[in-house]
């Protein structure tokens, strides 16, 4: 198994441009999820998904959107990129229903606004 | 709402000695699960050790308890014989168990163990 992969690892985006990070689980987990780090912080819930076609905001939504159109993708979308949305970014996902559902973390992607 | 509080931004231990991250939070729920995550200076977040709220007995995994006092909303993991390896940032995260696909993290406390 792979695990929980993302793409891609870094990348640098001007204020304004839009851009897509991927994240792809192999385990067949119900649940995935978005967060968000910032220096020294812990991590902030974006949106997150309970199964394919349902997904949900989490504690910082804004600017960003989420589509589960399969039970292996969560692709999160940056509508239109600003300096505040510079941060390393989580994807997660775990079963629901097997205790005890610990989320599976991908390696993070490092954005950088500018 | 949840809430995590980790009020610890820093902790240091003398290496093979025990030390004691604290967790609390607060929730309305009555049925939720308690974890810790470890996140060293490479990034990846790595799952220690899981609390549900109706578990009588305290978690144990290898050197990592947790100190569960569901009364006082306290969630505290316990370290025992630190390594130079365990130097990284702690997290305690919870997630109700009625919308189990909704976490809270705690901001987190970083731990350096001294030779």
């Known amino acids: 198994n792979a695990g929980v992969t993302q793409t891609p690892k870094f990348q640098v985006l001007k204020t304004g441009q839009s851009m897509t990070l991927q994240c792809a689980q192999d385990?067949?987990?119900?649940?995935m999820s978005w967060y968000r780090q910032d220096p020294g912080m812990g991590l902030r819930l974006i949106h997150y998904?309970?199964?394919?076609?349902?997904?949900d905001q989490g504690e910082v939504p804004n600017g960003y959107n989420v589509s589960r159109s399969t039970t292996e993708d969560f692709p999160l979308r940056l509508l239109s990129a600003a300096p505040s949305q510079t941060s390393v970014y989580f994807c997660?996902?775990?079963?629901?229903?097997?205790?005890?559902?610990?989320?599976?973390f991908g390696p993070g992607t490092r954005l950088t606004v500018l | 709402a949840q809430k995590i509080t980790q009020t610890q931004p820093g902790m240091f231990v003398q290496e093979k000695e025990a030390v004691t991250l604290d967790c609390t939070y607060d929730?309305?729920?009555?049925?939720?699960?308690l974890f810790w995550y470890k996140q060293p200076s490479s990034g990846e977040m790595i799952f220690l050790i899981y609390?549900?709220?109706?578990?009588?007995q305290n978690a144990t995994e290898g050197r990592y308890s947790l100190n569960f006092q569901k009364a006082r909303k306290s969630a505290n993991l316990v370290i025992s014989a630190s390594q130079l390896g365990d130097s990284a940032m702690y997290f305690c995260?919870?997630?109700?168990?009625?919308?189990?696909?909704?976490?809270?993290f705690g901001d987190g406390t970083t731990l350096t163990v001294k030779p």
């Open positions: 929730t309305s729920d009555q049925s939720y699960g």
């Open positions: 995260a919870m997630r109700s168990d009625t919308n189990a696909g909704k976490s809270t």
């Open positions: 609390q549900g709220s109706y578990d009588e």
């Open positions: 997660a996902s775990s079963y629901s229903f097997i205790s005890p559902n610990e989320q599976f």
């Open positions: 998904s309970v199964g394919a076609g349902i997904t």
């Open positions: 385990m067949n987990h119900e649940y």
